[in-house]
């Protein structure tokens, strides 16, 4: 593996593993050391093939496929099942696993309304729960929640989606004070708009206006937000907790005036 082994001797367990985003985190930070265990629910293939990919370039990794995280037991199998694989430890848990439906808000369904609360939110509260429980018991850990710009900024039909991710960073900094006296750590990344295969074709409108309003002139890339996670769940952040860090090249800093 290449990498500075900032994360040498962790374990690591990353939500969603199956997709894009996902995948760039766990190489990124089993590139860094980590062993990595894989959650998926569905794209098992997908997230097989990431973890081969791993194993090719010297790193440790597991699939833990199923596990429905809309379902409060089924987070703290998963944790417990990461944990077990790992040893019996867990240093580090990325809360990646989400979904951003698009939808208006007349119309909407108060079920529609929490199926998107449920998968993005109420999946982090258990997982990080389960998570902290063992952390505390191995002297420590940290965890990070993938969230979003739009916490901060709303899209139009993204109304449930940026509820969630706005209440997944405040979630953060709550849990950050409550399990730092256990040396847990929790913080957030928030993605700007991430490459994948075929976005251009799909929103070429939508591309175009992200290029024009970053400092950077491009789209994200999975791997920035790997580098992200790597960071802090690595020694070198191990005084930032409670903290929100917004990766989109600067789009945030456009004026809107």
């Given at each position: 593996m290449t990498g500075h082994g900032l994360l040498t001797g962790q374990v690591a367990l990353v939500t969603g593993a199956g997709g894009g985003l996902g995948?760039?985190?766990?190489l990124r930070l089993a590139e860094e050391g980590a062993a990595v265990a894989l959650h998926c629910r569905t794209a098992v293939t997908s997230a097989a093939e990431t973890a081969a990919r791993i194993k090719e370039s010297g790193g440790e990794a597991v699939v833990l496929a199923g596990a429905d995280?809309?379902?409060?037991?089924?987070c703290r199998g998963l944790v417990a099942q990461a944990a077990e694989?790992?040893?019996?430890?867990?240093t580090a848990l990325v809360n990646n696993a989400g979904v951003q439906p698009v939808q208006e808000l007349p119309g909407m369904t108060a079920a529609e309304w929490r199926a998107v609360l449920d998968t993005n939110v109420t999946s982090?509260?258990?997982?990080?729960?389960?998570a902290a429980e063992l952390m505390r018991e191995n002297g420590g850990g940290s965890v990070t929640h993938i969230a979003s710009v739009e916490a901060r900024l709303p899209a139009p039909a993204h109304a449930h989606y940026c509820a969630s991710k706005a209440a997944v960073v405040m979630h953060a900094r709550s849990a950050a004070l409550e399990y730092g006296p256990w040396g847990v750590r929790v913080n957030t990344v928030s993605p700007g708009l991430i490459d994948r295969e075929g976005l251009e074709e799909d929103?070429?409108?939508g591309v175009t206006r992200w290029r024009r309003a970053t400092a950077t002139g491009r789209l994200g890339r999975p791997e920035d937000i790997g580098d992200?996670?790597?960071?802090?769940?690595?020694?070198?952040a191990s005084w930032v907790t409670g903290h929100d860090l917004v990766v989109d090249g600067g789009a945030s800093a456009r004026p809107t005036w």
């Amino acid at each position: 593996m290449t990498g500075h082994g900032l994360l040498t001797g962790q374990v690591a367990l990353v939500t969603g593993a199956g997709g894009g985003l996902g995948r760039g985190i766990a190489l990124r930070l089993a590139e860094e050391g980590a062993a990595v265990a894989l959650h998926c629910r569905t794209a098992v293939t997908s997230a097989a093939e990431t973890a081969a990919r791993i194993k090719e370039s010297g790193g440790e990794a597991v699939v833990l496929a199923g596990a429905d995280l809309t379902d409060e037991d089924a987070c703290r199998g998963l944790v417990a099942q990461a944990a077990e694989w790992g040893g019996g430890r867990l240093t580090a848990l990325v809360n990646n696993a989400g979904v951003q439906p698009v939808q208006e808000l007349p119309g909407m369904t108060a079920a529609e309304w929490r199926a998107v609360l449920d998968t993005n939110v109420t999946s982090v509260f258990a997982c990080t729960q389960a998570a902290a429980e063992l952390m505390r018991e191995n002297g420590g850990g940290s965890v990070t929640h993938i969230a979003s710009v739009e916490a901060r900024l709303p899209a139009p039909a993204h109304a449930h989606y940026c509820a969630s991710k706005a209440a997944v960073v405040m979630h953060a900094r709550s849990a950050a004070l409550e399990y730092g006296p256990w040396g847990v750590r929790v913080n957030t990344v928030s993605p700007g708009l991430i490459d994948r295969e075929g976005l251009e074709e799909d929103w070429p409108e939508g591309v175009t206006r992200w290029r024009r309003a970053t400092a950077t002139g491009r789209l994200g890339r999975p791997e920035d937000i790997g580098d992200a996670c790597a960071w802090l769940a690595s020694p070198l952040a191990s005084w930032v907790t409670g903290h929100d860090l917004v990766v989109d090249g600067g789009a945030s800093a456009r004026p809107t005036w």
